[in-house]
Nanobody
Framework: QVQLVESGGGLVQAGGSLRLSCAAS????????MGWFRQAPKKEREFVAF????????YYADSVKGRFTISRDNAKNTVYLQMNSLKPEDTAVYYC????????????????????WGQGTQVTVSS
């Protein structure tokens, strides 16, 4: 019932910034959780951040705390990932995901918790 489309990826030098967008078609209800995951070549998919749609509370992986910020615009049905101080190890395909119900933090760090996924957008950080 929800389609997700990521955009904003690209090539950036180490220390630079990018802002990713995830536009959702269909209505996002207050119970939804929106998350960002990433997958680097030859590595497993890893959790990046999530935001609870209702109150806007956020949670981040330790690897991105202090550098990345997840936010949402309720009126636009869009979630953002502002990425600052980018490092080469941030290079990956970034995926937006949505879960129709909330849950505890431990569950929301798992990709299997999410119901909908976008196609991904490539982020490449050069050194």
């Amino acid at each position: 019932q929800v389609q997700l489309v990521e955009s904003g990826g690209g090539l950036v030098q180490a220390g630079g910034s990018l802002r990713l967008s995830c536009a959702a078609s269909g209505r996002i209800f207050s119970t939804y959780v929106m998350g960002w995951f990433r997958q680097a070549p030859k590595k497993e998919r890893e959790f990046v951040a999530f935001i609870r749609w209702s109150e806007g509370s956020t949670y981040y992986a330790d690897s991105v705390k202090g550098r990345f910020t997840i936010s949402r615009d309720n009126a636009k049905n869009t979630v953002y990932l502002q990425m600052n101080s980018l490092k080469p190890e941030d290079t990956a395909v970034y995926y937006c995901a949505a879960r129709s119900d909330g849950g505890p933090i431990f569950r929301l760090r798992q990709g299997s918790a999410y119901d909908y996924w976008g196609q991904g957008t490539q982020v490449t950080v050069s050194s």
